[in-house]
């Protein structure tokens, strides 16, 4: 059981702001902060206030210290919305692996991209599938065998 005088102390810890940092204690107001930056207040007068209030802070800790807040803020909103009462979510599902001896293919080109050309990687996933398809050496080797040499005409 804890001792009742700790508690009290630890609340009292909790709302002095002494013993809290400057972020924290702007987050204690944050709404107040935002509904006057909605109303058209400027930063410059918000932060002196601020300042004027206790506390200490220039425009860039306190430009960085709510752009923390309100980061964090939008993270416990979208858990919220999934039902999570702030908990983390679940980590998104892997997609199945290939069963064995599968081959992968390349993707189909793009409309109007001629399918000989080599695809050119527009996201990390497009340079993961590359590395993902098997190559038949073999089957290369036979067509440029069977396949005439380009002449190039003289002009």
Do not use: C, Y
């Not at 999570?84 to 892997?94: D, F, K, R, V």
């Amino acid at each position: 059981m804890v001792d009742n005088s700790v508690a009290d102390k630890l609340r009292a810890l909790a709302l002095s702001n002494a013993n809290r940092s400057e972020t924290a204690r702007l987050g204690d107001i944050l709404n107040e902060v935002e509904n006057a930056l909605k109303a058209g207040v400027h930063r410059s007068a918000i932060l002196k206030t601020l300042n004027e209030s206790g506390f200490r802070m220039n425009m860039k800790s306190f430009e960085s210290a709510l752009h923390r807040l309100r980061k964090k803020k939008k993270g416990e909103g979208s858990r919220k919305e999934e039902g999570g009462h702030g908990q983390q979510s679940p980590a998104p599902a892997q997609p199945p692996a290939p069963a064995a001896g599968a081959r992968l293919t390349a993707p189909s080109p793009r409309v109007g991209q001629n399918p000989d050309e080599p695809q050119r990687a527009r996201n990390p996933n497009d340079l993961k599938r590359a590395r993902e398809v098997e190559v038949d050496l073999k089957a290369i080797s036979r067509n440029a065998k069977h396949t005439p040499p380009e002449t190039t005409e003289k002009g």
